[in-house]
């Protein structure tokens, strides 16, 4: 049957099963927006405040749901406004399909109102992306970057489709999607080196990467755990694709790791990374990382291996795959001796912060104990985001969505709403900064227009937290515009947006104030205020190898 290029869009978005779009409309994508109109009753439009906030709450949606979050923006400055967004997106392999409109196809390339070329812009940060010019390749388009976006590493996708392809017509015959299936050809050269590698390892430690979650790896990796009998870590974006509760679970690796996963890791002679692409935050200095371990890598991006640390065996291939030959292939190994040294780690150098105040620590093991560790956790970048990585213990995977490659602040609050928009029935809790949340802000009006409660926790020091922080100890202590020293009032903000505020400045006012925002089912503000100097800890220094992680009470000790 012959359709606009409106109707067709809107169809193969039906097609490909999605049920929520966020987005911002304008004059070119008007033609689309008047259809969406008519299907309201089969897809849901959140109109956020921003184009930004669009493109952060279609990843959220990607991240907590498993799905492909689709975004719509117009032409010109609200193309451009996706672009972190979907930058965001690519850096983390999150699957997203961005759809913006053009100005027509006679005006491009000719400096018209509202015209930008949006794939020449975002060519870098996509696994693809087009411009549909005629509008009889317009269904194939769609269902080629849905599958794009979704197969293989995933990530962002955009479609650019000028205003006169969305009103010309052409014809239209439904499609139903082939269910994208991995690839479950494993060069078994690699797996019998990698058994090999596995079965001499006398002190094996297990790395666990956002991969794995993307896998949905999780129930495989816990069995690959078993029969290695080794201690696991994990980066920020592999949280909860392993227990955070289990005994064998170390915290995370890195600059702001545990000293227990630093150590570790430095002393192994046999480190399996799973899913992990091997972050300058994650080695410290990359020539001094786990120098004394052979690296066995599991990763679906042969071009992951060997590029930012060298590797001595590699496994291409879908995770869950991968783990699934590899523990069918495994007997029961024992590493008793090794677990119990890291064990002995882990009681020497626990995690720990000032207990007789409010601090940001405190905040988030609250907030796991009141939601039994059952939320979805989404932060903005900062301090808060390190102390919700190393102290609310993630059991499940997609329940921690956190900007982890690009590390923009202004995520969080967009995010949230994409999740909690897909799982209705999760707690989600989106944990901010002062200085993010100010980046973002406008997007409680959006959570409030569509009744979204989600819960909002600003962990307000005044300051820019980490920059100060590095300020602090690597800057002679000159706080360069890290101060925010002015008079904004985030509970009358949230009131003004129609939200509840509710501020704290006690410990036992935020608790209070969270069991509060648990019950009311609307959005929540809870401002908490905190002293300007918490720091992250423990902490690696720039340039340092991870083994030389400090913290706290080393730095008083002039350590």
Known sequence: MQLTGSEILIECLKEQGVDTVFGYPGGAILNVYDELYKHSDEITHILTSHE????????????????????????????????????????????IVAITCNVGVSLLGKDSFQEIDIAGVTMPITKHNYIVKDVNDLADTIRKSFAIAKKGRPGPVL????????????????????????????????????????????????????????????????????????????????????PGTDPLYTGMLGMHGTKTSNYGVSECDLLIVIGARFSDRVT?????????AKILQFDIDPAEMDKNVLITQGVTGDIRTVLSILNGKLGQLDHEEWNSKIAAYKSQYPLSYHTDILTGPY????????????????????????????????????????????????????????????????????????????MNMNEIATAVRHNIPVIQVVINNHVLGMVRQWQNLFYGQRYSATVLNDAVDFVKLAEAMGAVGIRAATKEEFAEAFARALTLGKPVVIDCQIGPDDKVWPMVAPGKAISEVFDEKDLEEGK
Not at 284 to 292: T, V
Not at 404 to 413: A, F, Q, R
């Open 52 to 95: 930004q906030g669009a493109a952060h709450a279609a990843d959220g949606y990607a991240r907590a749901t498993g799905k492909i979050g689709v975004c719509f923006a117009t032409s010109g400055p609200g193309a451009t406004n996706l672009v972190t967004g979907i930058a965001t997106a690519y850096m983390d392999s999150i699957p």
């Open 159 to 242: 479609i650019d489709i000028p205003k006169d392809v969305t009103a010309n017509k052409a014809e239209y015959v439904k499609k139903i999607p082939e269910p994208t299936v991995p690839s479950k050809e494993i060069s078994e050269a690699e797996i019998s080196e990698a058994l090999k590698l596995i079965n001499e390892a006398k002190k094996p430690y297990i790395f666990v990467g956002g991969g794995a979650i993307l896998s949905d790896a999780s129930e495989e990796l816990r069995t690959f755990v078993r029969k290695v009998d080794a201690p696991v870590t994990d980066s920020l974006m592999g949280k909860g694709a392993f």
């Open 284 to 292: 410290g200095n990359a020539k001094k990382f786990a120098s004394n």
């Open 363 to 438: 905040v988030v093991e609250e907030i796991y104990r009141q939601t039994r560790g059952d939320a979805i956790v989404v932060t903005e970048v900062g301090q808060h985001q390190m102390w919700a990585a190393q102290f609310y213990r993630y059991t499940k995977p997609r329940t921690l969505l956190t900007s982890g490659g690009l590390g923009t602040m202004g995520y969080g609050l967009g995010a949230s709403l994409g999740a909690k928009t897909g799982m209705p029935d999760k707690v989600v809790v989106n944990i901010a900064g002062d200085g993010c949340f100010r």
